[in-house]
């Protein structure tokens, strides 16, 4: 027994110890440091609980010879700056060395060397993102190493083969492909301005009668409204007078024509005649014309004189078949020549404009054939490109284009804003990856590719894509596992987490 207590005490000691030992060393915080001589020193400094920070913000490790790490990149690409102090008294850059090997997952190791610059060591490699590696530090100071450890993790997380699976993560490889491009362009709906009419009286008056209201479809030459304009009274009255007058000067020049062929009057006489008979013509033709600018016809207009009608009654009508749009007319209103009291449209052809930027103006080119799309419509159609702008907008570095589009069943509406598709000529790519499968972090798109149990983003710079599958140009090494299916799931778990950017 009394052998027993003491070997029980001392096993919870070394019990405790390796305890202890695991959770600083498999801790998920982000940071830790390991600060030693090597074997050749026969010296070994103690662990520090959390690394410290520099006065310049970055990571400080050691204890009487220190180094300040910090990734700099203030309006430049990352980059390590090392900065030496002993016993909290700094260093000029060439009294110490570094070395630091950045581990990240699926990638080779990098070596960062460093040279002297002002007041600190500058690493040759830029620290790209996501900074989520480990470090392994060398420092050398008066002819002793030291060596530390940190690790900083982003954007990562661990998922089991099985809780994925339970959550419906997909993994699949990312590798070449081959990708039918689809260039996609803002536009709006907009009425066929070749078929869009502004109805306008051409007389003053008051309104008496209003037949149609706004979006109604109306046939060519249906009664709209009618006005009530003395104005008309005086054309029609000028234009009876001026047949009338017409009637007795055609009379007189007959008469003297046949007077003047029997020589029983004078040339003179005759061609008097004949000047008042084309005058009295040219009156009436102007008379008739301007009614007939009124939409009135020669049948119309004798019957109306035949019948004593309303002088006054001018009678609104459809000039086109179409649609109401606009009605800006009311019983009794008082009504200028100018007023536009009805627009009219025909909408079984619509417009399309869209906006074309400058980098995709030379793939762009008139009749190329496109697809018009409104997702909340759930709307697809086909149509030419019918015109391209021939000028920029300053502003935005744009040209306008339009198609036209078939409307004849109307679910198409002016106003509607729209998605303009076009296929180029298919490209074989290195690397494309699903488009379901990009997310985004911060200001970057990105994937999350997979390391056996663990996801860890990896930000992309993204090219051609067909709508289903999207070029890769940079940030992602082929044959790359990465999530497709539910990758916002990853997402979600990574923003609980809180795998923070911390330098």
Do not use: C
């Not at 990562?156 to 994925?164: G, M, Q, S, Y």
């Not at 005759?270 to 007939?292: G, P």
């Not at 109401?324 to 417009?351: C, N, P, R, Y």
């Not at 992309?460 to 299916?485: F, H």
């Amino acid at each position: 027994m009394t052998l027993r207590k003491p070997l029980l005490i001392a096993a919870i000691i070394v019990i405790g110890l390796i305890a202890a030992w695991g959770i600083y060393h498999l801790s998920p915080s982000t940071e830790h440091t390991d600060d030693h001589h090597t074997e050749a020193d026969g010296d070994h400094d103690d662990h520090a609980e959390e690394t410290a920070r520099g006065p310049h913000g970055g990571w400080l490790l050691g204890h009487d010879f220190q180094l300040e790490i910090k990734i700099f990149e203030d309006g430049i690409p990352p980059e390590f700056r090392v900065f030496g102090f002993n016993k909290q008294q700094a260093l000029e850059p060439e009294d110490f060395d570094v070395s630091i090997q950045v581990i990240r997952l699926g990638v080779p190791v990098e070596h960062v060397k460093f040279t002297a610059k002002q007041d600190y060591q500058l690493g040759d490699q830029e620290i790209y993102e996501p900074h989520s590696f480990l470090l392994k530090v060398n420092g050398t100071f008066q002819g002793k190493t030291h060596t530390w450890e940190i690790e900083q993790l982003e954007g990562r997380i661990t998922l089991t083969e099985k809780n994925a699976k339970a959550a419906g993560v997909i993994t699949e490889i990312a590798g070449p492909r081959e990708i039918i491009p689809i260039l996609s362009f803002p536009g709006e709906i907009d009425f066929n301005r070749d078929q869009l009419t502004h109805v306008v009286p051409r007389l003053p008056g008051v309104v008496t009668a209003v037949y149609k209201k706004q979006g109604e479809l109306v046939k060519k030459g249906e009664l709209l409204a009618v006005i009530e304009s003395r104005e008309l009274t005086r054309l029609k009255g000028d234009y009876q007078a001026a047949v009338r007058r017409l009637e007795l000067v055609q009379a007189n020049y007959q008469r003297e024509s046949k007077l003047w062929k029997e020589k029983k009057t004078s040339e003179q006489e005759f061609l008097t005649a004949r000047q008042a008979f084309q005058e009295a013509e040219i009156t009436r033709d102007t008379a008739w014309q301007q009614l007939q600018a009124l939409g009135y016809s020669k049948k119309q207009l004798q019957a109306q004189l035949k019948n004593n009608a309303n002088f006054t009654r001018l009678e609104i009508r459809a000039p086109i078949e179409g649609t109401i749009i606009e009605k800006h007319i009311s019983l009794g209103e008082v009504v200028q020549a100018d007023t536009q009291i009805f627009m009219l449209a025909d909408i079984s052809t619509l417009w399309v404009n869209m906006t074309i930027h400058a980098q995709f103006l030379r793939q762009i080119h008139l009749n190329q054939q496109v697809n018009v799309i409104s997702t909340p419509l759930g709307l697809n159609t086909e149509a030419k490109i019918n015109f391209i702008g021939a000028r920029f907008n300053s502003a935005t570095q744009s040209v306008s284009g339009r198609v036209e589009i078939d409307n004849k069943e109307g679910f198409w509406r002016p106003g509607l804003f729209v998605t303009v598709q076009a296929n180029l000529t298919a490209k074989q790519v290195p690397i494309a990856v699903r488009k379901e499968a990009i997310q985004t972090f911060r200001d970057w798109n990105v994937i999350f590719a997979r390391f056996g149990e663990q996801f860890e983003i990896r930000p992309i710079e993204l090219g051609l894509s067909d709508g289903e599958w999207v070029e890769v140009m940079s940030g992602l090494i082929p044959n790359q596992p990465y999530a497709t299916k539910n990758s916002y799931l990853i997402k979600a778990d990574i923003g609980k987490a809180g795998a923070s950017h911390d330098h």
